[in-house]
């Protein structure tokens, strides 16, 4: 039995990993041909290779799933079509059993998109957005077009490029009185976060100052900045919902519940994290149902088809739940958790009745 756990597992895995390889694949060719129409002096096709290169992993993250549900439909669909599938069930191989030999290797691309989605894709996202705008706006002059704009009491913000970190690029600020008088405008090259003393330092500062009847132009070579304004906060301003770790999306969300601000669309994104497993799991014990029922003798083709088909159905129920749960404040949680229960208890059905 063990054996047979491994040559099931194996197979699975196999055909898994070629689906993910294929779906991120020609997603990345998409992105490079986007993003090449952006290519100017400053921003080469080399910097678009390095753009979406870094992104891979998000893009590994988000295709996991469907990766999943089109492997298992190809890897079940093989062993099917070599009758192997049978000569199980002749065995006495139960169709639950087999749900769990498939389970094995499945487990190791949960635990991948976890890995993924908590350490590296919220840092690597930002690393590549930051070092895009760096190169297409650079630290010389404000692209109010692009860029992050932030509030803080009479003052606002615009930041060309965030990095990693605290690393600011092109720091424009306007400091106004209580009247909504201009008081002072500033810009810098550069900008960075001293974390042990909770201030930022600005290089290269070039300072207009409006009095009554006239302006004063000062430069510094560098000046300390007090703000509330942290690295961690940077991030969730700069990145949408999707792309931050849980334990972001977690704390943050405390955060807006204490300045009774609404949360839906980052609680709606903080449990989707949180079950991508069991999205990943429902899907394979759907695929496995697939092969089992409908698509017993199905060719190799239509098995696919059906496989893209699902996968782009689920991910469009998902994605109309979310915004639903906001609009009519149903809980997230049952926006997120309807497309996993619907998927599981088909699947467990078909399941069931083929055995």
């Given at each position: 039995m063990q054996r047979l756990s491994r040559h099931v597992g194996i197979t699975v895995f196999a055909a898994i990993a070629v689906a993910l390889l294929v779906l991120v694949g020609l997603d990345s060719v998409g992105a490079i041909i986007d993003q090449s129409g952006d290519v100017r002096q400053n921003y080469h096709f080399a910097d678009v290779l390095i753009y979406v290169g870094t992104l891979l992993p998000s893009r590994i993250y988000e295709y996991i799933p469907f990766a999943s549900l089109i492997g298992c439909l190809i890897g079940l669909g093989l062993l099917a079509g070599n009758s192997e599938v049978i000569v199980m069930r002749a065995a006495g191989v139960s169709p639950l059993r087999i749900v769990g030999f498939v389970l094995k290797p499945v487990l190791v691309f949960i635990v991948l998109a976890m890995t993924i989605g908590e350490y590296f894709s919220p840092y690597l996202?930002?690393?590549?957005?930051?070092?895009?705008?760096?190169?297409?706006?650079?630290?010389?002059?404000?692209?109010?077009?692009?860029?992050?704009?932030?509030?803080?009491?009479?003052?606002?913000?615009?930041?060309?490029?965030?990095?990693?970190?605290?690393?600011?690029?092109?720091?424009?600020?306007?400091?106004?009185?209580?009247?909504?008088?201009?008081?002072?405008?500033?810009?810098?090259?550069?900008?960075?976060?001293?974390?042990?003393?909770?201030?930022?330092?600005?290089?290269?500062?070039?300072?207009?100052?409006?009095?009554?009847?006239?302006?004063?132009?000062?430069?510094?070579?560098?000046?300390?900045?007090?703000?509330?304004?942290?690295?961690?906060?940077?991030?969730?301003?700069?990145?949408?919902?999707?792309?931050?770790?849980?334990?972001?999306?977690?704390?943050?969300?405390?955060?807006?519940?204490?300045?009774?601000?609404?949360?839906?669309?980052?609680?709606?994104a903080f449990w989707r994290k949180v079950l991508q497993p069991l999205v990943i799991v429902s899907l394979v014990v759907l695929a496995i149902s697939f092969v089992f029922g409908p698509l017993r003798d199905a060719t190799m083709g239509f098995r696919i088809f059906i496989g893209v088909v699902v996968g782009i159905s689920f991910r469009i129920f998902q994605d109309m739940l979310g915004p639903l749960s906001v609009v009519f404040q149903f809980p997230p949680l049952l926006a997120v958790l309807l497309p996993i229960v619907f998927c599981m208890a088909v699947g467990l059905f078909l399941i069931r009745r083929a055995g």
């Open positions: 996202d930002q690393l590549a957005e930051g070092r895009r705008e760096y190169l297409r706006k650079g630290e010389s002059a404000q692209d109010s077009a692009s860029g992050l704009w932030n509030r803080e009491g009479n003052e606002f913000m615009h930041f060309n490029a965030v990095f990693p970190g605290g690393v600011l690029y092109g720091v424009t600020r306007y400091r106004f009185t209580d009247d909504r008088q201009i008081e002072e405008a500033s810009f810098s090259s550069r900008a960075t976060f001293n974390a042990s003393e909770g201030y930022w330092i600005e290089e290269n500062v070039s300072i207009t100052r409006f009095l009554e009847d006239r302006t004063e132009k000062d430069k510094q070579v560098t000046r300390r900045w007090d703000s509330e304004l942290t690295p961690n906060v940077l991030t969730l301003n700069i990145l949408p919902a999707d792309s931050l770790s849980i334990e972001s999306l977690y704390n943050y969300i405390g955060f807006l519940e204490l300045q009774n601000t609404d949360t839906a669309s980052y609680e709606v």
